[in-house]
């Protein structure tokens, strides 16, 4: 019985290599339209971290993947038989978004096919932050952007009055007396609530141990994009109104980011410490 279990499990190993190999060498077109998009693109730029940490959560689950009997699964030809056609058809329009979502149905497939549904649950948050580093849609990334900044315009103005400060907002348009400043797409938050998404699924994944604490982390993230990025604006409306202090562009702009992104991420960390600290009392009641 030894014997027939080592020979499984070399078996299982020796397929899982072929399909790695084949999966490589037929889907090489979108590493390298993923590679330039995650290297040139602001939004995806944290996609390079990301991948040897996807791929340390996939090894620390090798154990569980590999002392399981092997399960073949017809449901992962299934799934192959619509992501190959679908990745074809995606190279000929150059659709890289359909590209790469074709390439994720793949890799679901053949973790069904050579490990059956239950690998999937075991591998669920590695394949959630590959998911999650797929490039949304120019299309849709606009018309999730607008309103976000005409939401940020719309909190920030009401703070500012609330200040004293004089202020005319039209649309994402604000003018003080000195000066107009106009709420861009990276003021909007959609940049911030991607790198803080993954980042809180991560924490989540790492630190915390109830699947509620983990939603809790991953669905705070959303507001504390949009919150931080209401503090970006305000600070520097009011920085240039009081102190004539212009962060709009050049290294004071950058610092200004970096340091809002902090905050950020002390609020996400507060979170977190807030969220273990309720497992801890939790498991001793």
């Known amino acids: 019985m030894r014997i027939s279990t080592d020979i499984i499990k070399r078996k299982s190993t020796l397929l899982a290599l072929i399909a790695l190999t084949l999966f490589v060498a037929g889907y090489a077109p979108i590493f390298e339209i993923l590679g330039k998009v ?46 190959t056609p679908l990745f074809m058809f995606a190279l000929l329009t150059q659709v890289r978004t359909v590209i790469a979502l074709s390439m994720l149905m793949t890799v679901i497939g053949t973790i069904i096919y050579l490990a059956g549904v239950g690998a999937v649950k075991v591998l669920f948050t590695p394949l959630i932050l590959l998911a999650m580093l797929i490039p949304v849609p120019e299309q849709l990334y606009i018309q999730l952007t607008f309103p976000l900044q005409l939401k940020v315009s719309q909190i920030s103005e009401v703070v500012i009055r609330l200040l004293g400060v004089p202020i005319f907002r039209e649309g994402n348009v604000m003018t003080i007396p000195q000066k107009t400043f106009e709420v861009v797409e990276a003021c909007s938050g959609l940049r911030s ?93």
Not at 49 to 67: E, K, N, S
Not at 195 to 200: I, K, R
Request: no cysteine.
């Open 38 to 83: 995650w290297l040139e693109s602001d939004e995806y730029a944290h996609a390079l971290l990301v991948l040897p940490i996807i791929g340390y959560m996939v090894w620390t689950q090798r154990a569980a993947l590999v002392d399981n009997p092997v399960r073949f699964s017809s449901i992962g030809l299934l799934i192959l038989a619509v992501s």
């Open 193 to 285: 609530m991607i790198a803080l998404l993954t980042l809180s699924v991560i924490m989540g994944y790492f630190i915390l141990r109830r699947p509620v604490s983990k939603m809790v982390l991953v669905a705070a993230s959303v507001p504390t994009a949009i919150l931080v990025n209401i503090i970006r604006v305000v600070s520097m409306i009011l920085l240039f109104h009081f102190f004539k202090l212009d962060l709009t562009e050049g290294t004071l702009h950058t610092v200004m980011g970096l340091a809002i992104f902090t905050i950020a991420l002390l609020i996400l960390f507060l979170l977190q410490k807030a969220l273990e600290l309720w497992e801890t009392r939790s498991n001793l009641s």
